[in-house]
């Protein structure tokens, strides 16, 4: 009685309210129809901000999640691999000490002062970096990472970091009204949106795991996943996840090897990512989806004003799988990335032909 019932269990789990382009968290529950009950290990390719492979979790499938993106995988290793690491107030007395390497940890502010965030929240921000591997648990760390990005995020007009206007729009007394985060300290910022997260982490009874690579390189390496989610870039909006969110990679990064370049001192080079480019993006989904066939149920999220068109990304899986299209209008433009009034979500449903 309990497996048939046991998907339920966890459903009672709140994720936190994502801020990231193209999330498909207000789709979960449209997507998870589409999840077939029986596939018990469930791969989230793309998984950006990890809302569908907490959907995963919370169905009780042993979830494997990955992300080319440093930041994107801390959320995966603090909501979807830990069971039950939390911050408490021992944490945060370590998290909000004063900065235990000043020469070490300088980069915010270095780069982002006066441009992102003032001063003193910039030196803030290096102190609380420093103290991170103070944590006692590589849980633990992962979730102060993730929630201090997530308060960068909202500290920010626009919720990211492509943009020179940051403080313009932060002195502006309409945009104050509208959101009071942007006059916010970081700090309060930080401790407002934490309850949620500690309150979202729970133990499945299974193996999750999150990796961060480049999904074409971690494909080949994973055996008897049943079903896998891919949800790529959408090419001709809004592709550059390293240009709208450079700083979070860099807070996560902290890197010693990088050039930092143009107005809003994004990190160069980037990572390559093989499908943010008209140029590349056809070549890389065939490979991937030639590397996905020891996997029987695809599920492939896409918009219809996308690039590739959806004829031509049916075109290139019809070799290996049975697909039925799915669709979903935008009522609004309010839905993220790609998410134009009139314009439709698309799911894919790719199964083994019978
Ligand atoms: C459309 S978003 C995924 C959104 C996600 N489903 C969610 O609900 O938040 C695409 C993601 O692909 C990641 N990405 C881009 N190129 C990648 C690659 N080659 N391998 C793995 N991840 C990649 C980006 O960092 C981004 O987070």
């Not at 891919?230 to 990088?258: G, I, R």
């Amino acid at each position: 009685m309990r497996d048939l019932f046991s998907e339920y269990d966890y459903l009672s789990y709140v994720f936190p309210e994502p801020q990231y382009l193209g999330s498909k968290h207000i789709h979960r529950g449209w997507i998870a129809q589409f999840i077939p009950v029986h596939a018990h290990v469930a791969l989230d390719a793309f998984g950006g901000s990890q809302s569908i492979a907490y959907l995963f979790k919370q169905l009780g499938k042993r979830t494997i999640t990955n992300d080319f993106l440093s930041f994107n995988n801390q959320i995966g290793k603090a909501l979807i691999e830990n069971r039950s690491a939390k911050l408490d107030s021992k944490d945060l007395n370590i998290l909000f000490d004063r900065n235990c390497n000043p020469n070490e940890f300088n980069l915010m502010e270095k780069l982002f002062s006066n441009l992102f965030f003032s001063q003193e929240e910039a030196v803030f921000i290096d102190s609380f970096r420093s103290n991170v591997p103070r944590l006692d648990n590589p849980y633990k760390q992962s979730l102060a990472l993730t929630v201090m990005c997530r308060s960068l995020t909202r500290k920010v007009t626009m919720g990211h970091f492509a943009h020179t206007q940051a403080l313009v729009y932060a002195a502006d007394p309409a945009r104050i009204k509208r959101n009071r985060s942007l006059v916010t300290p970081i700090k309060t910022l930080f401790l407002e949106l934490l309850p949620g997260y500690n309150n979202a982490i729970f133990d499945n009874n299974q193996e999750n795991k999150s990796y961060n690579e480049n999904i074409l390189d971690l494909l080949p390496k994973l055996k008897n996943i049943d079903i896998a989610y891919f949800d790529p870039p959408y090419c001709n909006s809004h592709a550059d996840y390293q240009s709208f969110y450079h700083l979070l990679e860099t807070f996560v990064e902290y890197w010693k090897d990088k050039d930092f370049v143009n107005g809003t001192k994004r990190y160069e080079p980037k990572r390559y990512s093989g499908f943010d480019k008209t140029s590349e993006a056809i070549g890389n989904l065939k490979r991937m989806f030639e590397l996905s066939q020891h996997i029987p149920t695809w599920l492939v999220s896409y918009n219809d004003r996308s690039f590739p068109d959806i004829e031509t990304m049916i075109a290139m899986i019809e070799p290996y799988r049975h697909v039925e299209t799915e669709r979903k209008s935008y009522l609004s433009g309010r839905g993220g990335k790609g998410s134009v009034a009139g314009s439709s979500e698309v799911l894919l449903i790719c199964t083994i032909r019978k």
